[in-house]
T-cell receptor, first 115, second 109 residues
């Protein structure tokens, strides 16, 4: 299958700082990228969907000013958690899908801990 | 509304067979996915069904009945490394995935 690289895999940051997570499709053009968060023992929760070159579509209850998503190219999307708080600590996972495809491929995930 | 139901946890014995069921309700339907997720890792793709019937892939098989809104994942010759969560996800008419909460599978020797 196609490869999606997510970086960093783990990050610890201080409360009030911002953290950027990158998601790259290495061998295909990702027209659509999805950002999820997952709390322990819970399923994936879709945060937002982004299409290359346009603004992300956020799910209800997700603050767009707090979780900034940029999808400026067909191979890169970034999620920036701004002014992070301990309750933002979670597992963040991206997935990417090529145009006309149904299957999306997952990045490795980022474990964010806010202290 | 859209909903995916699957059991929370199942236990099986090494070498045995286990079937994980999933029922779905989606707005439109563009297929049913099964993913495996080990603790602390991202999900990995197992199978995709969009037509009725059984798809076999090695030790894993997946079945779909669109009329019943039902799917199952069948794991044969269970190995300890199969201990993981198994996520069922339905794709709706907008090609968005609706995720189940996952079934934690515990394999005992």
């Amino acid at each position: 299958g196609a490869v999606v690289s997510q970086h960093p895999s783990r990050v610890i940051c201080k409360s009030g700082t911002s953290v950027k997570i990158e998601c790259r499709s290495l061998d295909f053009q990702a027209t659509t990228m999805f950002w999820y968060r997952q709390f322990p023992k819970q399923s994936l929760m879709l945060m937002a969907t982004s299409n290359e070159g346009s603004k992300a579509t956020y799910e209800q209850g997700v603050e767009k000013d707090k979780f900034l998503i940029n999808h400026a190219s067909l191979t890169l999307s970034t999620l920036t958690v701004t002014s992070a708080h301990p309750e933002d600590s979670s597992f963040y996972i991206c997935s990417a899908r090529g145009g006309g495809e149904t299957e999306a491929f997952f990045g490795q995930g980022t474990r964010l801990t806010v202290v | 509304g859209q909903n995916i139901d699957q059991p929370t946890e199942m236990t099986a014995t090494e070498g045995a067979i286990v079937q994980i069921n999933c029922t779905y309700q989606t707005s439109g339907f563009n297929g049913l996915f099964w993913y495996q997720q080990h603790a602390g890792e991202a999900p990995t793709f197992l199978s995709y069904n969009v037509l009725d019937g059984l798809e076999e892939k090695g030790r894993f098989s997946s079945f779909l009945s669109r009329s019943k809104g039902y799917s199952y994942l069948l794991l044969k010759e269970l190995q300890m490394k199969d201990s993981a969560s198994y996520l069922c996800a339905g794709m709706d008419s907008n090609y968005q995935l609706i995720w189940g909460a996952g079934t934690k599978l515990i394999i005992k020797p």
